[in-house]
């Protein structure tokens, strides 16, 4: 037996045998090679967690806050990037747009009928706003006329202050948006029956002229839609701008209420007057420890806001954060309170319930820490020595894995927004836009050589032909204080830029009214901030975006021999 199984084991490394052996060596290996990637690709698959599109270390803030491109609003860190920029634009939601085929196709087959009695009974032809037949009409003009827009939801027309007038609201997106918001609008229309008792569209007013169709009343019936419905898909809300803005300072019902609430509050620090990337990082980082603990957030609603924004390049205090974010759409999904409001409530009731207070000055003690503490308030209170002082330091170490920042809580001023939506409808939302850096930049040879003459009118003339067609549409986003500068491109496009709607938020404007009521009767100056991020959105909303760095020059962003990709 032994010398059989010898002989068998000899005979199999024969040299005719060889080949079959070496083969088959190689299919096992292969296998297991096979199995082993399968078992890492299903473990990683099992543990993957998305990451936080902002969760990075601090030493990558400002690469990650800022684009690595070179094109000129994508890479500039003036206005700071929120939740909605980061929010995926799904699909499915925007795909149920209404088309005239879907108007037509719920008109009532007995409108007709009644429109004729109602036209033979009525000399005058007077019109009714609650007529199907007339709600149909004006939908049906509307998507025939607007041909750049999707429209997703149109409100019960209501009658105007004139005869024959209705006013009816709609919520809409630009056919080719990126961002994942909707808009909504609100016009006066003028209907007339001719003579063969057929209906007609007059006019059509300004944008958000029908006023009467703004606001929605209790027990109003729901306008036309196609499911599923546009501004909330999978419990995913997106903003809708437009809309009425209840930013009011969320109150406490009682003291009991009061008395059972755990609270997290900030103070000091060395985070006052930064740039707004800076304060929106540190903002971000004690909501979400206060989400993590579980507690409500008690915030300081005033802004001081940087001289890198201001007009008097000076630090400006006493600004408001509803002037720059959307606060109704943060305390709807977050637990926050204003800070004044609380200390008062906590002055009242803090002795006789038995409130007490934990506070913390170091911020290396972590969230995880502070998980077990039952006291009704913790403070956290920061320093003077930078930048130990920053808030951002609590979420940093072991905490970044633990705490993340909840970007999809905070969202831009719908207010701000509102006027980005009027200066794009004033421009039928069918326009291209071009981002023109001059100024300081311009001037500086040694590090720009090549951008004065390559911004220059004659310049953009050659540039710009080959990339937007002749006639069109040109919004203008530009330091260049004069712009008659870009005069000698009349000629070949309808040029516009932000001074040109100073309407929007001058005295007799929504903004200023709303914002001066909000700042205790006081006006509010349309700051640097404002401008810039108002005219960064409304360029992102072109049809074609022609950037500075990217396509008008060579030169880089930040100064010779720091970028790799010339312009093309």
Not at 72 to 95: C, I, K, L, P, Y
Not at 186 to 205: A, D, E, H, Q, T
Not at 468 to 475: A, K, L, P, S, T
Not at 505 to 529: A, H, Q, R
Request: glycine share 6%; aromatic share 12%; with cysteine.
């Amino acid at each position: 037996m032994l010398g059989r199984s010898g002989l068998s084991r000899t005979a199999s490394f024969r040299p005719e045998n060889l080949g079959q052996n070496a083969l088959y060596m190689i299919g096992n290996l292969c296998f297991t090679i096979f199995v082993i990637c399968v078992l890492v690709f299903t473990i990683i698959a099992a543990t993957y967690e998305p990451e936080d599109p902002l969760f990075h270390p601090s030493t990558k803030i400002t690469t990650f806050l800022t684009s690595t491109s070179s094109a000129t609003f994508q890479s500039d860190n003036t206005v700071v990037r929120t939740g909605e920029d980061f929010m995926f634009a799904n699909q499915t939601a925007f795909s149920a747009f209404i088309n005239v085929t879907d108007v037509v196709e719920t008109k009532d087959a007995g409108a007709d009928e009644i429109s004729l009695s109602r036209c033979e009974s009525d000399s005058m032809g007077q019109i009714d706003c609650k007529d199907p037949e007339v709600y149909h009409l004006m939908m049906k003009v509307l998507i025939e006329l607007f041909k750049d827009i999707h429209f997703y939801r149109f409100g019960k027309p209501a009658p105007g202050p004139e005869e024959n007038s209705c006013d009816m609201a709609w919520q809409f997106r630009p056919k080719e948006g990126k961002t994942a918001t909707f808009y909504k609008d609100y016009r006066r229309f003028v209907v007339k029956r001719l003579k063969n008792c057929k209906l007609s569209v007059v006019s059509i007013g300004d944008y958000h002229s029908g006023v009467y169709a703004r606001k929605k009343h209790k027990n109003q019936k729901p306008g036309f839609e196609k499911a599923p419905g546009g501004q909330e898909q999978g419990g995913v809300s997106f903003p809708v701008v437009g809309e009425t803005v209840n930013d009011s300072l969320p109150v406490v019902e009682s003291e009991n209420a009061f008395s059972r609430g755990k609270y997290l509050m900030y103070v000091g620090g060395g985070d006052r007057c930064k740039n707004m990337d800076h304060y929106l990082w540190s903002f971000l980082c004690a909501l979400g420890e206060a989400q993590y603990l579980n507690r409500t957030l008690i915030m300081d609603l005033t802004i001081c806001l940087s001289s890198v924004y201001t007009l008097s390049n000076q630090d400006e205090e006493g600004k408001d954060f509803r002037f720059y974010f959307d606060f109704e759409h943060l305390k709807e999904t977050a637990s926050v309170l204003d800070q004044q409001q609380f200390w008062e409530d906590w002055n009242k009731w803090q002795r006789q319930d038995g409130l007490s207070l934990y506070l913390v000055e170091d911020f290396r003690v972590t969230p995880m820490k502070l998980s077990e503490v039952r006291d009704s308030l913790i403070l956290r209170r920061f320093g003077f020595v930078e930048p130990d002082n920053y808030w951002y330091r609590v979420c940093e170490g072991e905490t970044e894995s633990v705490v993340r920042r909840p970007w999809h809580l905070v969202w831009k001023s719908r207010r701000l927004m509102e006027i980005v939506s009027a200066i794009s409808s004033r421009l039928n939302w069918d326009y291209d836009s071009v981002h023109v850096v001059r100024g300081e930049k311009a001037r500086n040879k040694d590090m720009w050589p090549n951008l004065a003459q390559d911004t220059s009118p004659d310049s953009l003339i050659s540039t710009l032909q080959d990339k937007i067609e002749d006639g069109r549409n040109v919004y203008i986003a530009t330091n260049e204080p004069d712009t008659s500068f870009f005069d000698p491109l009349k000629d070949k496009y309808s040029t516009h830029f932000l001074g040109d709607y100073q309407d929007l938020w001058g005295e007799n404007s929504e903004w200023y009214s709303e914002t001066k009521e909000l700042n205790s009767g006081i006006p509010v100056e349309f700051d640097g901030y404002m401008r810039a991020s108002v005219d960064t959105e409304v360029f992102l909303r072109g049809k074609k975006q022609i950037e500075t760095f990217n396509d008008l020059t060579n030169d880089c962003k930040d100064g010779v021999n720091t970028c790799n990709t010339p312009a093309s």
